[in-house]
Protein backbone atom coordinates (compact mmCIF):
# COMPACT_ATOMS: atom_id res chain seq x y z
CA UNK A 1 0.00 0.00 0.00
CA UNK A 2 1.71 2.99 -1.31
CA UNK A 3 1.03 6.16 0.86
CA UNK A 4 1.51 10.00 -0.30
CA UNK A 5 1.94 12.40 1.87
CA UNK A 6 1.32 16.62 0.73
CA UNK A 7 2.59 19.29 2.43
CA UNK A 8 2.99 23.62 2.02
CA UNK A 9 -0.86 24.59 2.04
CA UNK A 10 -1.93 27.70 3.21
CA UNK A 11 -3.80 30.85 3.07
CA UNK A 12 -2.18 33.17 0.65
CA UNK A 13 -3.14 36.64 -1.23
CA UNK A 14 -3.64 37.05 -4.71
CA UNK A 15 -1.07 37.52 -6.44
CA UNK A 16 1.28 35.08 -4.17
CA UNK A 17 3.08 31.87 -4.91
CA UNK A 18 2.98 28.55 -3.02
CA UNK A 19 4.58 25.47 -3.19
CA UNK A 20 3.29 21.93 -2.55
CA UNK A 21 5.43 18.92 -1.84
CA UNK A 22 3.94 15.39 -2.04
CA UNK A 23 6.35 12.54 -0.70
CA UNK A 24 5.36 8.52 -1.46
CA UNK A 25 6.35 6.05 1.29
CA UNK A 26 7.61 3.92 -1.43
CA UNK A 27 10.21 5.19 -4.77
CA UNK A 28 7.69 4.90 -7.52
CA UNK A 29 9.02 7.49 -9.70
CA UNK A 30 10.90 5.47 -11.53
CA UNK A 31 7.68 3.09 -12.33
CA UNK A 32 5.04 5.41 -12.35
CA UNK A 33 3.57 8.93 -13.29
CA UNK A 34 2.30 11.05 -10.89
CA UNK A 35 -0.55 14.03 -10.59
CA UNK A 36 -1.72 17.19 -9.22
CA UNK A 37 -5.44 17.47 -8.17
CA UNK A 38 -7.65 19.79 -6.35
CA UNK A 39 -10.92 19.76 -5.43
CA UNK A 40 -13.06 23.30 -4.68
CA UNK A 41 -16.16 23.28 -2.31
CA UNK A 42 -19.21 21.86 -3.94
CA UNK A 43 -17.17 20.78 -6.79
CA UNK A 44 -15.79 17.66 -8.40
CA UNK A 45 -12.19 16.75 -8.13
CA UNK A 46 -10.43 17.84 -11.02
CA UNK A 47 -6.85 17.35 -13.19
CA UNK A 48 -4.34 20.29 -12.15
CA UNK A 49 -0.55 18.59 -13.57
CA UNK A 50 1.31 15.37 -14.25
CA UNK A 51 4.51 14.44 -15.03
CA UNK A 52 5.11 10.89 -16.64
CA UNK A 53 7.89 8.79 -15.71
CA UNK A 54 9.91 10.20 -18.64
CA UNK A 55 9.33 13.57 -16.90
CA UNK A 56 7.15 14.87 -19.44
CA UNK A 57 3.92 17.05 -18.08
CA UNK A 58 1.18 18.61 -18.62
CA UNK A 59 -1.42 21.07 -17.34
CA UNK A 60 -4.81 21.77 -17.47
CA UNK A 61 -5.82 25.34 -18.63
CA UNK A 62 -6.37 26.86 -16.23
CA UNK A 63 -2.77 26.51 -14.53
CA UNK A 64 -0.70 26.84 -17.89
CA UNK A 65 2.04 29.23 -17.33
CA UNK A 66 1.46 29.41 -13.65
CA UNK A 67 1.79 26.34 -12.12
CA UNK A 68 4.94 23.97 -12.53
CA UNK A 69 4.93 20.56 -11.21
CA UNK A 70 8.74 19.13 -10.81
CA UNK A 71 10.23 16.03 -8.91
CA UNK A 72 13.34 15.58 -6.75
CA UNK A 73 13.80 11.74 -7.56
CA UNK A 74 16.61 12.15 -4.59
CA UNK A 75 14.26 13.45 -1.91
CA UNK A 76 11.70 10.90 -3.21
CA UNK A 77 9.60 14.29 -4.04
CA UNK A 78 6.74 15.67 -6.37
CA UNK A 79 6.50 19.89 -5.86
CA UNK A 80 3.66 21.66 -7.28
CA UNK A 81 5.22 25.24 -7.90
CA UNK A 82 2.30 27.99 -8.29
CA UNK A 83 2.80 31.52 -9.02
CA UNK A 84 -0.10 34.37 -9.57
CA UNK A 85 -2.75 32.67 -7.53
CA UNK A 86 -5.87 33.65 -7.87
CA UNK A 87 -8.91 33.51 -5.70
CA UNK A 88 -10.62 30.54 -7.86
CA UNK A 89 -7.19 28.42 -6.79
CA UNK A 90 -9.12 28.20 -3.31
CA UNK A 91 -9.07 24.55 -3.34
CA UNK A 92 -7.65 21.30 -1.08
CA UNK A 93 -4.89 19.74 -3.31
CA UNK A 94 -4.27 16.30 -3.51
CA UNK A 95 -1.37 14.13 -4.86
CA UNK A 96 -2.48 11.46 -7.02
CA UNK A 97 -0.86 7.76 -8.30
CA UNK A 98 -1.92 4.69 -10.32
CA UNK A 99 -0.09 2.15 -9.68
CA UNK A 100 -0.93 -1.09 -11.60
CA UNK A 101 -4.71 -0.10 -11.94
CA UNK A 102 -4.91 1.22 -7.85
CA UNK A 103 -5.62 4.16 -7.40
CA UNK A 104 -3.61 6.03 -4.56
CA UNK A 105 -4.00 9.71 -2.72
CA UNK A 106 -2.74 11.67 -0.55
CA UNK A 107 -4.74 13.72 2.67
CA UNK A 108 -5.28 16.83 0.38
CA UNK A 109 -3.64 19.88 1.62
CA UNK A 110 -5.64 23.09 1.65
CA UNK A 111 -5.01 26.44 -0.47
CA UNK A 112 -6.80 29.51 0.26
CA UNK A 113 -6.16 32.36 -1.93
CA UNK A 114 -7.41 35.90 -0.56
CA UNK A 115 -8.44 38.56 -2.59
Known amino acids: QVQLVESGGGLVQAGGSLTLSCVPSDDIFELNGMDWYRQAPGKQREFVAR???????NYAETGKGRFTISRDAAANTLYLHMNSLRPEDTAVYFC?????????WGQGTQVTVSS
Open 96 to 104: HANILAIDY
Open 51 to 57: MNVGGET
